[in-house]
């Protein structure tokens, strides 16, 4: 497996990108690097310099939870964060859009895996304008002002807010789910046809398939214009599950060997005692 080929490092058009990659085994070799991811966030929880911030964005039905749950499942508890962010809050919308996103970013030491992310605020709010109307924003009166300008310009904020990150020690990997539309179809009927499955079902999620295209070109954009060497985008086929949490997986744990964590070694007084406190363990 190679990121090179996921990986967004020029001009891209979403349509030259597969939906669907199958890899022989996958659940199998999952299961491998996900005990590796676990060892390699063990040390670097100990050493406590770096966090990793994980982002996902997807069309609906793209397995953004299902693959939380399969790639990080062997990974400690205490060393992962996952965040769900869902229509801001009476709270959240007296803030910048960037407020509620800084104040759930993962600590030193850990992983945070953001289930829709701070690009939400370029995608869905492009495609659905009248929603930036409830962040009371100064010098915007009318759908005129929410133009390409106003949504770039929010993009270069969220670069210059993912430099900063990098900057002090955060590692940002940011993940496209590239779901066809034939596929997100077979979801959601699968949704409807299996009771257990029915919950997850939302009549919304019809309104919003109706604007595939729509949110297509938004998500061309955006990745055209916020994938950085230090925090880059990956476009993951999703239409395989097994294979897209492999290649997802396979490109954290890559870039997370890069770091050479090391654990912490005692200081000096309490190294030169670790035989007394044998001695004192032992004759209790």
Same mark, same amino acid.
């Given at each position: 497996?190679?990121?090179?080929?996921?990986?967004?490092?020029?001009?891209?058009?979403?349509?030259?990108?597969?939906?669907?990659?199958?890899?022989?085994?996958?659940?199998?070799?999952?299961?491998?690097?996900?005990?590796?991811?676990?060892?390699?966030?063990?040390?670097?929880?100990?050493?406590?310099?770096?966090?990793?911030?994980?982002?996902?964005?997807?069309?609906?039905?793209?397995?953004?939870?299902?693959?939380?749950?399969?790639?990080?499942?062997?990974?400690?508890?205490?060393?992962?964060?996952?965040?769900?962010?869902?229509?801001?809050?009476? #709270?959240?919308? =007296?803030?910048? *859009?960037?407020?509620?996103?800084?104040?759930?970013?993962? @600590? !030193?030491?850990?992983?945070?895996? +953001?289930?829709?992310?701070?690009?939400?605020?370029?995608?869905?709010?492009?495609?659905?304008?009248?929603?930036?109307?409830?962040?009371?924003?100064?010098?915007?009166?009318?759908?005129?002002?929410?133009?390409?300008?106003?949504?770039?310009?929010?993009?270069?904020?969220?670069?210059?807010?993912?430099?900063?990150?990098?900057?002090?020690?955060?590692?940002?990997?940011?993940?496209?789910?590239?779901?066809?539309?034939?596929?997100?179809?077979?979801?959601?009927?699968?949704?409807?046809?299996?009771?257990?499955?029915?919950?997850?079902?939302?009549?919304?999620?019809?309104?919003?398939?109706? #604007?595939?295209? =729509?949110?297509? *070109?938004?998500?061309?954009?955006?990745?055209?214009?916020? @994938? !950085?060497?230090?925090?880059?985008? +990956?476009?993951?086929?999703?239409?395989?599950?097994?294979?897209?949490?492999?290649?997802?997986?396979?490109?954290?744990?890559?870039?997370?060997?890069?770091?050479?964590?090391?654990?912490?070694?005692?200081?000096?007084?309490?190294?030169?005692?670790?035989?007394?406190?044998?001695?004192?363990?032992?004759?209790?």
């Amino acid at each position: 497996m190679s990121k090179g080929n996921y990986k967004v490092e020029n001009t891209i058009k979403l349509a030259d990108y597969n939906t669907k990659a199958v890899i022989d085994d996958a659940e199998k070799k999952l299961k491998k690097i996900s005990k590796k991811l676990s060892k390699i966030q063990d040390t670097m929880y100990a050493e406590g310099k770096y966090s990793m911030l994980i982002c996902l964005q997807g069309m609906d039905t793209s397995g953004k939870d299902s693959l939380i749950r399969e790639v990080f499942k062997n990974v400690n508890a205490r060393g992962v964060e996952v965040h769900s962010f869902k229509v801001p809050t009476e #709270l959240e919308l =007296k803030h910048d *859009f960037l407020w509620r996103h800084y104040i759930a970013l993962p @600590s !030193k030491g850990k992983i945070g895996v +953001f289930n829709r992310t701070h690009y939400e605020n370029v995608l869905v709010t492009r495609v659905h304008p009248g929603y930036v109307f409830g962040e009371n924003i100064p010098n915007v009166n009318s759908l005129d002002d929410l133009n390409d300008e106003f949504y770039h310009n929010r993009m270069d904020r969220i670069n210059d807010f993912e430099k900063h990150l990098a900057e002090s020690g955060t590692i940002v990997l940011k993940f496209f789910l590239n779901l066809s539309k034939d596929e997100q179809k077979n979801r959601l009927l699968r949704r409807l046809n299996l009771p257990h499955k029915n919950w997850k079902f939302s009549a919304g999620d019809l309104k919003e398939r109706k #604007l595939w295209d =729509k949110y297509q *070109f938004c998500y061309e954009d955006l990745l055209n214009r916020t @994938s !950085k060497e230090i925090a880059p985008w +990956f476009v993951i086929p999703a239409d395989d599950k097994p294979t897209a949490r492999l290649l997802l997986a396979d490109i954290v744990l890559e870039e997370l060997k890069k770091y050479n964590f090391k654990e912490p070694t005692l200081p000096a007084k309490a190294l030169a005692q670790v035989e007394e406190f044998k001695n004192q363990l032992n004759n209790e």
